[in-house]
């Protein structure tokens, strides 16, 4: 080694090594010092690295998709910069999803309708007309009172989508309408699984309950990523319970990789699997046959047998997971109690998504895993006292499910006047995606569609989206 390329002792008198000193403990003590700062001012938040402007904080409601989840929203002189979750969130614990976290661009983009929009060409044209407020009131009611005196309440109709306030059902109820067309979802990625849970049970939504669960089959749900409270639940049940998760899944998602065992499968072919675990539990006498007999119209020996088809190497054919690993798997679903079963786009999105649900609802059902704590549960209802005088409700509500609603509507079943559309895209995003258009053109079909929330040329008037920015008027 040279001379040159020696390490040299450091040399260092008394007052350079104070100086250094108090740099290192300067920046050693400086988040205390900041923290100190914003407590001082507040609790406030400050652009910190360009403007240092006082930003206001307030709560707003994450409408990208249906969890609905809370966060705060920061803006600069009425622009908002950025949005984050709220710590004490009871679902959340502060997490949005990338989705979520960028919500916030809707509110200023310069797309974005912030006037009524009136259709003045033919429907399907696309030729709008700003109008104000009142004459919009004005107009659809107008044709709500007509089609009321003239067909009765009955005849005008509300297809609700995935943001449930409760506004429309209470407009409803004050009209005295039961016509209600709903979609819990938006979207045809979840109209699968809704399909197979109203004709399997009669409900649309079940939630797995995977805060006190010890394990859980997962069939393509990417909750890492894409669902924040279930995903918070998940690793509370990780933490407190040292639950199981084992992914079925055609990808290694966020998910399946932080799963205790990822189980790659061919797409479609979920439904054959589920059948064949369903089939190992109830041929070696592992399901809870109680439950069957008592909540089911089946008895749990007609379902063996009618099972029994189902083998295990019949599905390893078909889905290329081996039917040892099946039969394994099965086995410990059924041994573990309480378990439950969570699975998402990765089989609603495919072929055989409806059976795949309604088979992974089977699997639940022949455990005994349904609605008890750490299962597969029915959702509940909160009794939100409603604003005063509350409209009488006109007894039930004819509920349809939005993609069966225009064939309904076709064949004579529905005398619709007036036809509401509540943040809710059927012409995009229903499975009856071109029979909603065709019965949205056929005036005599539906004589007056007004549109709220989502946008179809068909529609006669179009209110914007409530969004980020409305909802976030209210303080914490
Ligand atoms: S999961 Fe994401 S998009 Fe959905 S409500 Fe939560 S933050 Fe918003």
Same mark, same amino acid.
């Given at each position: ?18 100086? +250094? ?10 988040? =205390? +010092? ?69 919500? #916030? #661009? ?30 919009? =009131? ?32 209470? @407009? ?23 399909? +197979? ?74 439904? =054959? ?36 088809? @189902? ?52 699997? +639940? ?18 009794? =939100? ?77 179009? #209110? #914007? ?12």
């Amino acid at each position: 080694m040279s001379d040159q390329n020696k390490i040299k002792p450091l040399a260092m008198d008394r007052r350079e090594f104070l100086k +250094a000193s108090v740099v290192v403990t300067t920046a050693a003590s400086c988040p =205390i +010092a900041l923290n100190g700062m914003e407590l001082e001012m507040g609790g406030k938040d400050f652009h910190q690295i360009r403007t240092f402007a006082p930003r206001d904080k307030k709560v707003f409601l994450c409408t990208m998709c249906p969890y609905f989840d809370g966060g705060f929203t920061y803006s600069e002189k009425g622009d908002i910069k950025k949005v984050e979750g709220i710590p004490d969130h009871i679902a959340t614990r502060g997490k949005l999803c990338s989705k979520g976290l960028a919500s #916030f #661009f809707n509110a200023a983009d310069p797309d974005r309708i912030l006037q009524p929009l009136k259709r003045v060409g033919k429907r399907g044209d696309g030729q709008w007309q700003e109008i104000s407020w009142g004459e919009a =009131i004005a107009e659809v009611a107008s044709k709500v009172g007509g089609a009321i005196s003239d067909h009765g309440p009955d005849s005008v109709y509300l297809n609700e989508g995935a943001f449930k306030d409760g506004g429309s059902l209470r @407009f409803m109820d004050t009209i005295g309408s039961s016509s209600v067309i709903r979609s819990r979802f938006p979207s045809i990625s979840n109209m699968a699984k809704q399909t +197979a849970l109203e004709n399997a049970i009669g409900v649309d939504f079940l939630l797995p309950d995977l805060e006190n669960t010890h394990y859980v089959l997962n069939f393509g749900a990417n909750i890492f990523e894409t669902a924040p409270p279930l995903a918070q639940r998940l690793t509370d049940g990780v933490v407190n319970n040292r639950l199981k998760l084992v992914t079925f899944d055609v990808r290694l998602s966020n998910t399946a990789g932080r799963s205790n065992e990822w189980i790659p499968v061919f797409p479609g072919s979920d439904s =054959i699997v589920a059948l064949a675990m369903s089939n190992v539990i109830l041929s070696e006498g592992l399901a809870d046959t109680n439950f069957i007999n008592k909540w089911t119209n089946h008895k749990a020996e007609d379902l063996a047998k009618s099972l029994s088809t @189902f083998t295990p190497e019949q599905a390893e054919e078909a889905s290329g997971v081996p039917a040892k690993t099946i039969i394994s798997i099965a086995r410990e679903f059924a041994k573990t109690r309480p378990a439950t079963i969570i699975s998402q786009n990765g089989v609603n999105f495919h072929k055989n998504g409806t059976a795949s649900e309604t088979a992974f609802l089977l699997l +639940a059902v022949i455990t005994g895993n349904i609605d008890n704590e750490g299962g597969y549960c029915l959702p509940r209802q909160f009794d =939100i006292p409603q604003p005063q005088p509350a409209p009488v409700q006109k007894g039930s509500l004819v509920r349809r499910l939005n993609h069966a609603f225009p064939f309904e509507l076709k064949e004579g079943d529905h005398n619709v006047q007036v036809l509401f559309n509540h943040m809710s895209n059927p012409v995009y995003a229903s499975p009856a995606a071109s029979m909603w258009s065709e019965i949205l053109q056929d005036e005599k079909l539906v004589p007056y569609p007004p549109m709220s929330g989502l946008l179809s040329c068909s529609f006669f008037v179009f #209110f #914007f989206i409530v969004s980020i920015r409305e909802r976030s008027g209210s303080d914490e």
